[in-house]
């Protein structure tokens, strides 16, 4: 039996043995198919899995029996709820993801994934992957990674996600063969024909990359939902964090790097953020590419400088925990000139007394309207005809005030919202 949570066992030590450590199962499946000889079919057995809304058995009937069968011990192995998992904390945990949605994925935005940028071994990864990346001055990869993070968490907070066959357990399926896949791949033929160096860097996409990002989805939204004036109450971010000790479970990540409360898991994060935060290059790239994105996804200027500033705000706190100045790891900032700015630039939207409010104040206000209008661009983006699909439950539509096309969102924007929706983008992302 593993090992619980214990925050005194996350030694220095410790963390430099987890990046030596994977995700066997998924890494044997992947290995298994390749070795086999059905090198050739991988990409139709993504094909296969990124197609079905649901894995059966019939799901793989069009390949090989010894690939089938590869790919039913997966999927039969790779689906066990831990004995822990609590239905009734999970339903709560869903339920805070109901109230507040729009907020997290504004948070994911410009709090979680930025903090993964902070480590720079593991934003290595996705900048040699290129998943992220802009390239020639169109920015769909990093759009595309962008929309599937967000439907993984839309998948497993969902009602009924984190149950046996939901959505949630099928993406997060699907997600760790990805990952067992560029591990194999960067290290045989490696980024641009250079095998990637596991001695400098740990494994890619190792146990303590992994638990660092299950940590973004889980006390580092907690703590920014707090920073939008949303306090939680002990038993909701419990619940909260115990969904994503599941989703954890799930992904294959040990059971002694599992916090159970929001205050384990703040002290992980700080914890891996002081082991692991670095300036890089890479980091620095990701980081634009997704402020970029964002200033696209938004319509009008107005809110241009407002990602950075919100960026360098959320790490705060984290920056504090870990002795890291984690903002300039990244290359954002901010200041009370760049808070003058954005108020000026936005004042004759939402409100002329903006720029007089408090920080912590300022930062509510206008994340307010643009939580909403970065949700409704997203929805834009994805579903305006393009070959990709972001999918929100009906019932998660109607909570969030959330339709499919900017013009019919317009009814349920302010009239400063409006105003900055009718500007629209011109150019193609």
């Not at 709820?81 to 009734?88: F, G, M, R, S, V």
């Not at 402020?291 to 919100?310: M, V």
């Not at 706190?317 to 003058?340: H, M, P, R």
């Not at 002329?352 to 409010?357: A, H, N, S, Y």
Request: charged fraction near 20%; charge should be negative; hydrophobic fraction near 40%.
């Amino acid at each position: 039996m593993s090992s619980p949570f214990n925050i005194s066992n996350v030694s220095d030590e410790r963390l430099d043995q987890l990046r030596q450590m994977t995700d066997p199962l998924a890494d044997n499946t992947v290995k298994s198919i390749i070795e086999s000889g059905f090198d050739k079919q991988v990409n139709e057995v993504f094909k296969t899995l990124v197609s079905e809304s649901s894995i059966t058995k019939s799901s793989f009937n069009k390949f090989d029996q010894q690939l089938q069968d590869i790919l039913y011990n997966y999927i039969d192995e790779s689906a066990k709820l831990p004995d822990w998992a609590d239905q009734k904390l999970i339903e709560k945990g869903e339920e805070v993801f109901s109230l507040y949605g729009p907020e997290i994925f504004m948070l994911l935005n410009v709090s979680s994934l930025p903090m993964c940028y902070t480590c720079g071994k593991g934003a290595l990864v996705l900048y040699d992957t290129g998943r992220l990346l802009t390239h020639s001055g169109n920015v769909h990869p990093l759009a595309r990674r962008l929309m599937e993070t967000a439907q993984m968490i839309v998948n497993v907070m969902s009602e009924g996600g984190l149950k046996s066959e939901g959505k949630g357990i099928i993406t997060i399926q699907k997600i760790r063969l990805i990952h067992a896949s560029i591990r194999y791949f960067l290290k045989t033929k490696g980024y641009n024909g250079a095998p990637w160096d596991v001695h400098e860097n740990g494994e890619p996409i190792n146990q303590e990359d992994l638990v660092g990002t299950l940590m973004s989805f889980a006390p580092v939204i907690i703590n920014g939902l707090g920073h939008l004036g949303i306090e939680l109450s002990v038993e909701q971010k419990n619940a909260y964090m115990h969904s994503w000790k599941v989703v954890g479970y799930l992904m294959g990540i040990k059971e002694e790097l599992l916090p159970s409360t929001y205050d384990e898991g703040f002290s992980l994060a700080s914890r891996i953020l002081k082991h692991q935060a670095i300036p890089s290059e890479a980091g620095k790239a990701l980081t634009q590419a997704c402020i970029d994105f964002i200033n696209h996804t938004i319509p009008g200027n107005a809110f241009h400088e407002l990602p950075s500033y919100l960026m360098a705000t959320f790490l705060d706190d984290f920056s504090k925990a870990s002795s890291k100045d984690l903002a300039e790891y990244i290359g954002v900032s901010k200041s009370d000139e760049k808070q003058g700015r954005i108020a000026m630039a936005i004042s004759k939207f939402i409100s002329k007394g903006i720029g007089q409010l408090e920080h912590h104040l300022f930062i509510q206000r206008v994340s307010k309207s643009f939580n909403k209008l970065l949700m409704q661009g997203i929805i834009h983006h994805f579903n305006g005809g393009k070959e990709v699909n972001f999918y929100i439950p009906p019932s998660l539509r109607k909570n969030w005030n959330l339709e499919n096309e900017w013009e019919d969102s317009r009814t349920l924007l302010t009239i400063g919202e409006n105003r900055i929706a009718w500007q629209r983008k011109k150019q193609n992302i």
